[in-house]
């Protein structure tokens, strides 16, 4: 095992400020289960409201990706034909809340230009109990080892993908139970027939279903983002806490994964603070095989009854870690959980909003899949109105969106995000400054962005 020997000095270095990139992934996991991010009542047009202020609250902090929990515990947020709703939307399980929330997620998120991803709970099924199911821990299981469970999972995820247009689809508790025994699959080993070490063998059973949807996903839209959220420590690393890991305790080996190019992004639960954070973050980083890694942030963690010592963490932290993961390269992160983020706990929305986030950002494109650029956006026309400056341009044939970027410099940077004004705009004219309350711009530009993530070179707009 490579050692990873990070000084006090080194830290002090890497996270040092930096300018703001132009591409980076800005997350939110928002929990569905208990109701603990959304929804809070059992009024459909109370619930749209409140999704809606929450999103609004994200685009001010320039939030560009929701991971919205679709699939619970073995229920799910969206009229399916394979399992019930969860009864947070109604009061009762398999209640219809009388719209779809999957369908209403995705439409608000789009129209503030964020992604959404369907977030998946995977293996864990809660009280839920089916003939693929394992009881452990008081809590029941799709067996990993069993292959009818990648064929009910991709059933799953077949259901989503084809009728949503969702932006991606993230796995969580895509493992084994948590210190699981030789109790939990004794059967299952001993008639696989392999000659494999029983960790080995787990490892194998849930790469496997890793491969299974992913190649699921991509043959129905290759476009659609895959990613999963694994235990934040692949692996123990010399001088830090040990015994709990995604690799030996879980047996989810996800840097194989990103070699395999079997994820398009892996999103590790790094709730750690300090040095155990920097540490496993550069061994995600190095390890990530040209795929996007996103630590997750966990902003919980400022809630004192959240830590284990009762002492909440400062959000001075999470500054901390995000210029770490800014400096080493890293494509962003993603914050646990959205609740904390709407309500501001210890200011860390004021403080993203003015210091960190102050300008818009791009996901990165998934360019492995795709490369190609979009033709350059042209035939463009100007008018001045009084509630601002519109701009018209011809629209482009295949499905793109556009982005638009504006300066008194000449010809406009496009990799300034300071000069950022809109993104994944879906018409071909734009009305800037319409409540006349920005700056008088000269310059503007506009490009067309596909749905890999592709840009086109910018045309360049001046007016005289």
Partial sequence: MKKFIITSLAILICVCGSAQPKVEVRAVWLTTLYGLDWPHNLSPASQKAELCEMLDAFKRLNINVVFFQTR????????????PFNSVFTGR??????????????????????????????????????????????ENYLNPALPATKTYLSGIV?????????????????????????????????RSGRNLPLADWRRSNITSIVDALYHEIKSIKPWIKVSTCPIGKYCDLDGHSSGYNARDVVFQDSQLWMSRGIQDM????????????????????????GRSVVPGLGIY???????????AWNVNEFSNQIKYIRSNKLAGECFF?????????????????????????????????????????????????????????????????????????????????????A????????????????????YFAVTAIDIYGNESKPAQIKIE
């Fill in 337 to 421: 959980r959205a609740a904390y983020l709407k309500q501001n706990i210890q200011h860390i929305a004021t403080s993203l909003e003015l210091n960190e986030y102050q300008y818009p950002a791009l996901p990165p494109p998934i360019s492995w899949q795709d490369s190609v650029k979009p033709a350059v956006p042209k035939y463009f026309a100007i008018k001045y109105l009084k509630a601002g400056t519109q701009l018209f341009w011809q629209a482009l044939t295949n499905n793109v969106k556009y982005n638009i970027y504006g300066s008194n410099s000449w010809p406009v940077d496009v990799n300034n995000a300071a000069n950022i004004i």
């Fill in 93 to 138: 399980e398999g209640g219809n809340p009388g719209y779809d929330p999957l369908a209403f997620v995705i439409d608000e998120c789009h129209k503030r230009g964020m992604e959404c991803h369907a977030w998946i709970v995977a293996l864990k099924m809660g009280k839920r109990k089916n003939k693929l199911t394992t009881p452990w821990g008081g």
């Fill in 72 to 83: 619970l515990r073995g229920d799910v947020a969206y009229p399916s034909a394979i399992e």
């Fill in 158 to 190: 077949r259901e989503i993908v084809s009728q949503y247009n969702a932006d991606g689809v993230q796995f969580d508790y895509l493992r084994y139970p948590e210190h699981v025994s030789k109790l939990f699959d004794a059967k299952l080993y001993a």
């Fill in 266 to 289: 892996i999103c590790p639960m790094m709730y750690f603070k300090g040095n155990d954070f920097y540490s496993y973050a550069l061994n995600w980083q190095s390890h990530n095989s």
């Fill in 423 to 442: 993104l994944k705009i879906t018409d071909n004219n734009y009305l800037y400054n319409k409540y006349m309350t920005l700056p008088f711009l000269r």
């Fill in 301 to 311: 963690f400022m809630d004192s009854k959240e830590t284990h010592d009762g002492i």
